[in-house]
T-cell receptor, first 115, second 109 residues
Framework: ETGVTQSPTHLIKTRGQQVTLRCSSQ?????VSWYQQALGQGPQFIFQ???????GRGNFPPRFSGLQFPNYSSELNVNALELDDSALYLC??????????????FGSGTQLSVL | GEDVEQSLFLSVREGDSSVINCTYT??????LYWYKQEPGAGLQLLTY?????DMKQDQRLTVLLNKKDKHLSLRIADTQTGDSAIYFC?????????FGKGTSLLVTP
């Protein structure tokens, strides 16, 4: 089991609402990435945060936004929820400059259902 | 971005070897990974290989990389029922990992 923790584990929202998902990175990891995994698909990269700034983004609209805090934990915010936002949201942490810089460790995810 | 293709399903008998295959289009990936996902869970890093290697062995796991054909495989020796899961291959693409759709491995007694 990795040291990456996500909350909540499950969430139900209605279309048009806003949601915030949270992630605590593994100890010693300063980089957090977020992925969206729709049912039956592989994870899709949303964005990455390093030193509290977004430094890479996938093909997701601006209503997907994030934050990283000084303790390296992170939030994913999604505004104006759509039915297609229903998915498992995965957080991953890494340390790009550390001895295991090539490893990306994932949390257990937040299952979001939009009704 | 990189396209990563995997066969969707594989069934093996307990004790046999499993081979899961993956092809990718972007040859600039520095690392290639295999992750395991059990039902309702996140992704577990199984193993990975640096792009200048052609083989890596880690206990029951053997990764083979053919850069010329852009082909990656994962062999699981002595497959157990606990190995039943979805297996994803992924390659680095800038800041991101680019995943395939996953191969569902079913191990029957």
């Amino acid at each position: 089991e990795t040291g990456v923790t996500q909350s909540p584990t499950h969430l139900i929202k209605t279309r048009g609402q806003q949601v915030t998902l949270r992630c605590s990175s593994q100890s010693g990891h300063n980089t957090v990435s977020w992925y969206q995994q729709a049912l039956g698909q592989g994870p899709q990269f949303i964005f990455q945060y390093y030193r509290e700034e977004e430094n890479g983004r996938g093909n997701f609209p601006p209503r997907f936004s994030g934050l990283q805090f000084p303790n390296y934990s992170s939030e994913l915010n999604v505004n104006a929820l759509e039915l297609d936002d229903s998915a498992l949201y995965l957080c991953a942490s890494s340390n790009p400059t550390g001895p295991e810089h090539e490893k990306l460790f994932f949390g257990s995810g937040t299952q979001l259902s939009v009704l | 971005g990189e396209d990563v293709e995997q066969s969707l399903f594989l069934s093996v008998r307990e004790g046999d070897s499993s081979v899961i295959n993956c092809t990718y289009t972007d040859s600039s990936s520095t690392y290639l990974y295999w992750y395991k996902q059990e039902p309702g869970a996140g992704l577990q890093l199984l193993t990975y290989i640096f792009s200048n290697m052609d083989m890596k062995q880690d206990q029951r796991l053997t990764v083979l990389l053919n850069k010329k054909d852009k082909h990656l495989s994962l062999r699981i020796a002595d497959t157990q029922t606990g190995d039943s899961a979805i297996y994803f291959c992924a390659g680095t693409s800038g800041y991101a990992l680019n995943f395939g759709k996953g191969t569902s491995l079913l191990v029957t007694p």
